[in-house]
């Protein structure tokens, strides 16, 4: 990066950190930051989504939708994540794939499973098996948010549908009263109302889901984690201009310290909706709030 | 039997411009954290002996060739699934994984193990507590053989664990621990090397006989003009052809 | 070789009880499914220690945040934060490199670097943390009239925290709670899996199925036997947390539609 770097051996102290920090490998774990900040911004409003549509749906009246709603709850709450991600993308990515193949290949004849093999026609193939690396790295990087959201989803419609359920009894008959149709009660009342009751809950999966991004690397996404473990471990002078001994210890502190600084920073965030949505509401918080007004 | 014959070329000619269509970029997968077999260099690219043996083996071959890094761990689930084509990974050729992947002819001689521990330690390789990386053959081998077998995800922790204490020794390929030994002080080989693979090839998908076909005929080709003891030679892997 | 006998030799393999050496060949289901919930042995013990030992630690850290007194609200405030505020999959490889160090400084110290007791320490450690942040913003929800009937009736100090505040921060935390519950018994296979090494191929359930996923190098048998395990376990907290709310509860109206509701018994 820098003139001076062309013979590091020859240098010392923070000349050579200088050189040694802006190595090319090193410019990798800075842009996984990147990576894992655009995961999170991408997953937390999908997994949302897939939280408000799972939990309407389990409270819906219509029993089939409530089961399958309760099913999806169940099933992905149950599972660890680290299992989901440990086969879940091979198995989304085939899925795809299949699909696919269905439609582009009708008059395939072989058949798609040849031993253990997994072969579909090469226009079915996701990406395309030419395609540049990036569109690779995208479309993993397009699992992992799926991947992730569909896991952080169920745990969001189990935290809202207890929040939906926590809204006092008598603001939704109150509602009803005043001729409100369910529709009208669902989305006036109910869901205006829910999400104090949900925050505490949602801003606890909002940091199990940032500290959840060390596991990004086994969804084929090279993350900050995979990174320090490769950049920390000890390194022999044969392979690079930069030999040290195990420095795992200040790569892992240095991980520690961003996610810290990450959690304060969200907490801040989450602590300025908390008021905002206490503002009014007649709990401990509210009337905390209405006495020091 | 000359129809049968023409047949056959002409199917072997079909299938060929098949692949010329599905392998027009051939996807190198490899680990990138096991010197000097495969591992990222300064610049954040793959290198290693691996690497110039894969970049020559696509020239010979005539195919673009594009790497990939992926963890141990899922190697091969993501080879059959399709997400790369190859495993050019220092994989040992073994009966158990033949039954899943095919193998190109091997690239290196039978590397063999080696035990390193602390230095002038006395270490009792048959029943004391034996460091391995989680799924290599090393760790079947320790397993088998009635030491204590503690395992570790990456080769790295496995050399840490020795100097740490954790383990009295480590059981890895030689040609991974020997610029460790060379270099530092405090570790040296102990015991008698161990034979355990049968030599490290490419990993294909079954499926895949026309590019298993293509590399063998690349790395035979590197054999006779003596480019691959060349290489051997150059990253030091051990004994050559 | 019969599933009973597999059973037999294996079904306790994980605490090192049965045949030494793991399956080589066949790897039949009965095999994948014995070694696998053999494994849930580990899983449940890092899950129920570290659970039960936390709660009571999750609560005090909850009232000293909620407390006025900055001798109490600080650190508890630091620890829920840095427990939070950082990866388990860290604070795992922290705990293992500063019991390896601890180790040389006193034989003390020798068994914490077994996952047994460092990774339980630090299961311990973490969802006390969680629990203690659920806890508290339970504190903070508690309607004004509940405290206020309590001063009505003369409740204050201790009464009151028994009898009025505690229990009504734990049934609105509960929802929350559960979801931490479920979480920690998940995070036990990060245990074997980035953080501790296994010792003589004894390991959790996840330590298992990644064996046989690296032997058969088919992933889709062990994990989902894996899930299946981890489903069962997750409805019998559920059932069992479920129990409890509805206690928590038993005083509220009766949503008029959860009568009717038809569940599953195996939801129970």
Redesign the interface.
């Known amino acids: 990066m820098f003139s001076y770097c062309t013979d590091p051996a020859t240098l010392d102290g923070l000349t050579w950190l200088s050189c040694y920090l802006t ?6 774990i800075y842009w996984s930051v990147g990576t894992v900040l655009l995961l999170l911004a991408i997953t937390a409003p999908v997994a949302l989504m897939f939280g408000f549509g799972g939990a309407a749906a389990a409270r819906s ?1 219509f ?1 089939p939708l ?1 089961w399958l709603g ?1 099913a999806y709850i ?2 992905v ?8 991600f ?2 879940f993308v ?2 989304l ?2 899925g795809f ?1 299949w699909l696919r193949h269905q439609v582009k290949c009708p008059d395939w004849d072989q058949p798609i499973r ?7 026609c ?1 226009e079915a ?1 996701l990406p395309l ?3 540049a ?1 990036w569109v ?1 790295e995208t479309y993993g990087f397009m699992l992992a948010v799926l991947t992730f959201s569909i896991v952080f989803g169920a ?1 969001a419609a ?2 809202l549908f ?1 929040a939906m ?2 809204v006092p ?1 008598a603001q939704l008959e109150t509602a009803e009263a005043y001729g409100m149709t369910p529709r009208q009660t669902f989305w006036r009342i109910l869901v205006p109302q829910m999400w ?2 949900a925050l ?2 949602l801003s ?2 909002w ?2 889901l ?6 990004l ?2 969804l ?1 996404v ?1 993350d900050i ?1 995979y990174w320090a ?2 950049l920390g ?2 390194k ?8 040290h001994p ?1 420095w ?2 200040w790569y ?2 240095a ?2 310290v961003f ?2 600084a ?3 920073v969200s ?1 801040i965030v989450l602590d300025r909706i908390m008021k905002r949505l ?1 503002h009014g509401q ?7 709030q209405r006495k020091a007004a | 039997m000359k129809n049968l014959l023409i047949g056959t070329a002409a199917l072997a000619m079909m299938a060929g411009a ?1 692949l010329a ?5 051939v ?1 190198m997968g490899t680990e ?2 096991y ?2 077999y495969n ?7 793959v ?2 002996f691996e690497r110039e043996l894969g970049d020559e083996l696509c020239a010979r071959a005539e195919l673009t060739c ?1 790497w ?4 141990w761990d ?1 190697i091969i ?2 080879l ?4 790369y084509d190859t495993i050019i990974a220092g994989m040992s050729i073994t009966d158990e994984r033949k039954e ?2 095919d193998f190109t002819q091997n690239y290196t001689q039978p590397d063999p193990s080696a035990y390193v521990a602390l230095a002038g330690a006395e270490v009792d390789l048959a029943g004391g507590v034996i460091a391995a990386q989680t799924g290599t053959i090393q760790a079947s081998y320790v397993a088998e053989h009635g030491a204590t077998l503690v395992e570790f995800s ?1 080769p ?1 922790e496995t ?2 664990a020795v ?1 740490n204490g954790e383990a009295d020794a480590v059981l890895a390929d030689k040609a991974y621990l020997d ?2 030994v ?2 530092s002080s405090d570790v040296a080989f102990t015991g008698e090397d161990v034979l355990i693979g049968g030599g490290i090839g490419l990993g294909i ?4 006989t026309e590019l298993k076909a293509k590399f063998d005929a690349a790395i035979q080709s590197m054999k006779d003009d003596g480019s691959l003891n060349a290489l051997i030679e150059k990253w030091e892997i051990g004994e050559t052809f | 070789m019969s599933c009973w006998e597999t059973i037999a030799d294996y079904g306790l393999r994980s605490i090192g009880i049965g045949e030494r050496l793991l399956p080589r060949e066949d790897f039949t289901l009965c095999q994948q499914v014995t070694l696998i919930g053999s494994g849930m042995i580990w899983n449940i013990y890092f899950g129920f220690m570290a659970l039960f030992s936390g709660f009571f630690l999750a609560t005090t850290v909850a009232m000293g945040k909620a407390a006025q007194n900055p001798w109490l609200r600080k650190p508890s405030e630091w620890f829920i ?2 427990f ?7 604070q795992f ?2 705990a293992y ?1 500063l019991f390896l160090s601890l180790k040389s400084v006193s034989g003390f110290f020798d068994v914490f670097t077994s996952a047994w007791l460092g990774a339980l320490v630090v299961l311990f450690l973490n969802t006390a943390a ?1 629990s203690g ?2 806890f508290y ?9 509940d ?1 206020e009937a309590a001063d009505a009736y003369g409740f204050s100090g201790w009464a009151r925290f028994r009898k009025i505040t505690w229990p009504t921060m734990l049934r ?1 935390a509960w ?2 709670y559960t ?2 519950a ?2 920690l ?3 036990t ?2 245990v074997y ?1 980035s953080g501790f090494p296994a010792w003589k191929q004894k390991g959790d359930a ?1 330590y298992y ?2 064996y046989f ?1 690296d032997k058969t ?4 048998v062990p ?2 036997i ?2 299946g395990y ?6 019998i907290i ?1 059932g069992g947390f479920g129990l409890i709310n509805r206690r928590l509860n038993r005083h509220l ?1 009766q ?1 008029t ?1 959860s009568k009717i ?2 569940r599953p018994t195996l ?1 129970r």
């Open positions: 190595t090319g490998k090193h410019l990798s009246r029993a409530s309760k169940a099933v709450r149950g599972v660890p994540d680290i299992a989901f440990l086969f091979i198995a990515d085939q794939e040849q031993g253990n093999d997994f072969v579909v090469a193939k098996g030419n395609a690396q690779h745990f189990n935290v207890g359920r926590a009894r104090v009751f505490p809950g606890n999966l940091m199990v940032i500290k959840a991004t060390p596991l690397f086994l084929g090279e984690v473990r490769e471990g000890a022999t002078a044969r392979f690079t201009d930069y030999p195990d795992r210890m892992f502190f991980l520690l996610y810290l990450f959690t304060r907490e206490t007649a709990t401990t918080g509210g009337e905390a | 098949a269509e599905s392998h027009s970029v996807r990138g954290a010197p000097p591992f990222i260099n300064d610049a954040g690219e290198d290693g594009e990939v890094t992926n963890e899922s689930p993501n059959v699934s399709g997400n899943q992947i990456s790295d050399v840490a100097r610029p460790i060379a270099e998908r079954k499926s895949d | 934060f840095v939070r505020g950082s990866p388990l999959f860290i490889f922290f490199f969680y942040e659920i913003g339970a504190l903070l929800s508690i309607p004004k009239g405290m609105l929802p929350a979801n931490e479920i979480f018994f998940h995070a296979t990060l899996f996840l199925a990644n996923a190098f088919n992933p889709f994990y989902p894996l899930a981890f489903i069962l376990l997750t409805l559920i109206p949503n539609r509701r038809l939801m």
